[in-house]
């Protein structure tokens, strides 16, 4: 066994005193301010007197504990909403929203008495209790952090602490003292499927792979995470890129490859940016280059920015592209286990599946398995985000509910002001522009790969975009389907001219042109782009059509016979107005209306014109008593 | 190859010899070439096609098939708005609108004419915790509203005129 061991340990061991401040720089901090804060610390430090140590191998210099801090940066830690997010260890303390500004206050009285500052601490929404620590805060509490829980603990740029925790021993246990069969068996019977959208189990790729005859095969990781609404292969990539290595060793060795490719999106520059930084560092420590471990066995890894092309998450367009063409599918078979890049059998992994591999080999399989349900072992990263109280990236256990995902860990569904709305919920889309909508009805759904199957939703790349009841689920496929047929490559003419056509029929529906045959249409060519397209970004195309007209049909149908849209998200079928019995009459959206369409005294009920009413929505949103609806 | 042709172009032979001349290294030459230039101007696609044994039609099928590249030139100050679903639920049409509507812009007049500001949408930033998101350069700014968004224009554009001023 080599299993990981606890970063804190490591670190305070032999060190009574010593702290450690992890400042979260994953985009979303970064976005928020995490880099200043981080020089702010380095400042205030400096002044207050304390010997600061950025690197895991510096702390073996201090020879005074208690007046050293290890300042460390970390990955994604979630809670991007809360962020820069600051921990202080061994105490456990979680600050959100520091500003450089509170910086020298944390310095001084933490770090100096330590002393805690509440103002700095999260508030528990429900019970308005302050939080010490991660512990406490719900949207941590319901999770279970298996491929993230080094994100957030490790400094990614660092190689050293990620070896010192046990890093790459599964790999040197795999070059060392594993055949490659009784690896691929391992993963077989480890249960384990492709986190990016499909399910497939990831032993069998491998085996398959490795018996073909070729000496020449690769290994690709997929980092092109290109639906919209997900990122935990970017979190992943930017918190903890050398599991992502690590899990490309053990599938190198397992296939008998000798090259890699890391195929990142170039929208992704920081995760570009660390992978490389791994890949370096590896290469310097002898675990990648012409004898890995000292085996005397080869494996290089390249890493190559994507260059905007979501249909190059598809395998074999991804392939085609690291060869420098055009990202285009092309029939399977041939599978890429038996002809892949450059005519090579080649086994291509999605990162948080790669991310998990290391994990398996260093807990063993039994305990791998008792994660999760029985078809689907292990943990699901999701990218939860849209109308909920917590967004950020969630780590859970198959077999949760769909519920405990909605209310426990993101804390209930928001309204258009951000407001808790216990009655919000609508529909959550699951799976990017390939998922399907879930709904009220599928509340106690346990999610796994087969129960998501089954009622035509997909767990997909594990994109969760959860919408409230102010959302018009028909404009929410038409957005869907303006991006795909955006990024369909051209090469399938049901996929290219259909999604066009659903597009036309979208927009005739939510400009009011439409009439029940329309939905007729719509319904048969969403039928036949599936069936008529080669890859899987035309095959699942039509998904969120369909998926909405089967659940809320009755929307579509307000917009074909009654020319309404219930929200009043499309502005042609809007239809404005004033609840007599909510207004109070404050004059608020009377002085705000651009065009003077609104009329009334003060402390009485107003009224709008729907001939001048340009339907911009000024109204709705200064209005403190919610008697604005329609808009 | 003439020497004035070869000079004109020394950038963009330094950029193909790193790749050791490597026509599988197509996209990420020109992804370094985009970053001298800003885009990929027509004549240096051609030069790039006849360096690497390439027809320019396989060139400029590669460039024009990935997002990523640009065949106009762009703004010194590249504002990419996300468009992703957290985005979009989170109302980025209005930001959209907001700065199109400042900078006189819209989809299919992308650029100021100063070259100061391009405006695009992209699918998603990866950044949905933060929605709405925008970038500009490569700077990343989160939860946005219009008014936001404007705000930061204005802001530029002040830094912009300062010492003219």
């Given at each position: 066994m080599c299993e990981l061991r606890d970063a804190a340990e490591i670190v305070f061991k032999g060190r009574a005193g010593l702290r450690k401040v992890v400042i979260c720089t994953g985009t979303g901090c970064i976005a928020n301010g995490a880099m200043d804060v981080y020089a702010q610390f380095i400042r205030e430090m400096t002044t207050a007197g304390f010997n600061i140590v950025e690197m895991f191998r510096g702390l073996d210099k201090v020879t005074d504990p208690l007046k050293s801090i290890y300042l460390s940066k970390s990955g994604c830690q979630g809670f991007c909403q809360m962020g820069p997010l600051v921990k202080i260890l061994p105490e456990d303390i979680l600050y959100n929203l520091v500003r450089p500004g509170d910086v020298r206050e944390i310095v001084e009285k933490t770090l100096g008495s330590g002393a805690i500052i509440e103002r700095l601490l999260y508030v528990n929404p429900v019970n308005k209790e302050r939080c010490r620590s991660q512990k406490e805060i719900p949207f941590y509490q319901r999770q279970s952090r298996f491929v993230l829980k080094q994100c957030g603990e490790l400094n990614p740029e660092d190689i050293q602490e990620y070896m010192a925790i046990g890093g790459y021993e599964a790999a040197k246990k795999c070059f060392i003292r594993m055949t490659p069969d009784a690896i691929c068996k391992d993963m077989i019977d480890s249960g384990l499927r492709g986190r990016g959208g499909g399910g497939f189990p990831t032993g069998r790729k491998?085996?398959?792979?490795?018996?073909?005859?070729?000496?020449?095969?690769?290994?690709?990781?997929?980092?092109?995470?290109?639906?919209?609404?997900?990122?935990?292969?970017?979190?992943?990539?930017?918190?903890?890129?050398?599991?992502?290595?690590?899990?490309?060793?053990?599938?190198?060795?397992?296939?008998?490859?000798?090259?890699?490719?890391?195929?990142?999106?170039?929208?992704?520059?920081?995760?570009?940016?660390?992978?490389?930084?791994?890949?370096?560092?590896?290469?310097?420590?002898?675990?990648?280059?012409?004898?890995?471990?000292?085996?005397?066995?080869?494996?290089?890894?390249?890493?190559?920015?994507?260059?905007?092309?979501?249909?190059?998450?598809?395998?074999?367009?991804?392939?085609?592209?690291?060869?420098?063409?055009?990202?285009?599918?092309?029939?399977?078979?041939?599978?890429?286990?038996?002809?892949?890049?450059?005519?090579?059998?080649?086994?291509?992994?999605?990162?948080?599946?790669?991310?998990?591999?290391?994990?398996?080999?260093?807990?063993?399989?039994?305990?791998?398995?008792?994660?999760?349900?029985?078809?689907?072992?292990?943990?699901?990263?999701?990218?939860?985000?849209?109308?909920?109280?917590?967004?950020?990236?969630?780590?859970?256990?198959?077999?949760?509910?769909?519920?405990?995902?909605?209310?426990?860990?993101?804390?209930?569904?928001?309204?258009?002001?951000?407001?808790?709305?216990?009655?919000?919920?609508?529909?959550?889309?699951?799976?990017?522009?390939?998922?399907?909508?879930?709904?009220?009805?599928?509340?106690?759904?346990?999610?796994?790969?087969?129960?998501?199957?089954?009622?035509?939703?997909?767990?997909?790349?594990?994109?969760?975009?959860?919408?409230?009841?102010?959302?018009?689920?028909?404009?929410?496929?038409?957005?869907?389907?303006?991006?795909?047929?955006?990024?369909?490559?051209?090469?399938?003419?049901?996929?290219?001219?259909?999604?066009?056509?659903?597009?036309?029929?979208?927009?005739?529906?939510?400009?009011?042109?439409?009439?029940?045959?329309?939905?007729?249409?719509?319904?048969?060519?969403?039928?036949?782009?599936?069936?008529?397209?080669?890859?899987?970004?035309?095959?699942?195309?039509?998904?969120?059509?369909?998926?909405?007209?089967?659940?809320?049909?009755?929307?579509?149908?307000?917009?074909?016979?009654?020319?309404?849209?219930?929200?009043?998200?499309?502005?042609?079928?809007?239809?404005?107005?004033?609840?007599?019995?909510?207004?109070?009459?404050c004059t608020a959206c009377v002085k705000k209306c651009p065009v003077g369409a609104i009329t009334g005294e003060v402390k009485k009920a107003h009224t709008i014109n729907r001939a001048l009413c340009v339907k911009c929505g000024v109204c709705a949103a200064v209005c403190k008593f919610d008697a604005i609806v329609g808009v | 190859m003439p020497t004035l042709m070869l000079r004109k172009f020394e950038k963009v032979c330094a950029i193909i010899d790193k790749h050791g001349n490597d026509a599988a290294r197509l996209i990420p030459i020109l992804q370094e070439i985009q970053e001298e230039y800003r885009y990929l101007p027509e004549e240096v696609m051609t030069f790039v096609a006849m360096s690497l044994g390439l027809s320019p039609a396989k060139v400029f099928g590669v460039a024009s098939f990935y997002a990523h590249f640009a065949l106009e030139p762009k703004g010194k100050y590249v504002i990419r708005l996300c468009d992703g679903t957290a985005c979009h639920v989170k109302s980025s049409e209005g930001i959209l609108n907001a700065l199109y509507k400042r900078l006189g812009l819209s989809a299919k007049v992308p650029t100021t004419k100063d070259m100061l500001f391009t405006v695009e949408t992209v699918s998603c930033l990866g950044a949905c915790g933060l929605a709405p998101v925008m970038v500009v350069n490569d700077k990343v700014y989160g939860q946005i509203s219009p008014e936001k968004a404007v705000a930061l224009v204005e802001d530029i554009v002040k830094k912009e005129d300062g010492p003219n001023v």
């Open positions: 491998w085996e398959v792979t490795r018996i073909q005859a070729d000496p020449k095969k690769y290994v690709i990781c997929n980092g092109d995470e290109g639906d919209p609404g997900a990122f935990m292969d970017r979190s992943v990539m930017e918190g903890n890129p050398h599991s992502v290595i690590e899990g490309m060793m053990i599938a190198a060795r397992a296939i008998g490859a000798d090259e890699g490719y890391v195929y990142v999106r170039a929208e992704y520059p920081l995760a570009v940016k660390r992978i490389r930084m791994a890949c370096a560092d590896a290469l310097k420590e002898g675990i990648l280059g012409d004898s890995v471990f000292g085996t005397g066995q080869k494996l290089h890894i390249h890493v190559m920015e994507g260059a905007g092309a979501f249909v190059c998450g598809e395998e074999t367009a991804l392939m085609a592209s690291i060869e420098g063409k055009r990202g285009m599918p092309s029939p399977k078979p041939p599978f890429p286990a038996q002809s892949g890049l450059w005519g090579k059998p080649t086994v291509i992994n999605n990162v948080e599946t790669l991310a998990t591999v290391p994990l398996i080999m260093g807990m063993g399989i039994a305990n791998f398995r008792a994660i999760g349900t029985r078809t689907s072992p292990g943990t699901k990263t999701f990218a939860l985000s849209g109308h909920v109280a917590n967004t950020g990236l969630i780590e859970v256990p198959f077999g949760l509910t769909l519920q405990e995902i909605i209310f426990d860990v993101g804390g209930g569904i928001t309204d258009k002001k951000g407001r808790i709305d216990p009655e919000g919920f609508k529909a959550v889309q699951i799976g990017g522009p390939s998922g399907g909508c879930l709904t009220k009805e599928h509340f106690d759904l346990a999610l796994d790969f087969d129960s998501l199957k089954s009622i035509g939703a997909m767990v997909g790349s594990g994109g969760l975009v959860a919408m409230n009841r102010s959302t018009c689920m028909v404009n929410i496929a038409k957005y869907f389907m303006q991006f795909t047929q955006k990024e369909s490559c051209g090469k399938c003419v049901l996929c290219r001219e259909g999604t066009k056509q659903l597009l036309f029929l979208l927009e005739d529906i939510v400009e009011g042109r439409a009439t029940l045959e329309t939905l007729d249409v719509l319904q048969e060519l969403a039928g036949a782009v599936q069936k008529g397209s080669l890859c899987g970004l035309g095959k699942t195309a039509p998904n969120p059509v369909l998926s909405t007209l089967k659940y809320f049909r009755e929307e579509y149908m307000a917009h074909v016979v009654d020319k309404c849209c219930p929200t009043g998200e499309c502005k042609a079928l809007a239809k404005p107005e004033i609840l007599a019995d909510k207004c109070k009459g | -």
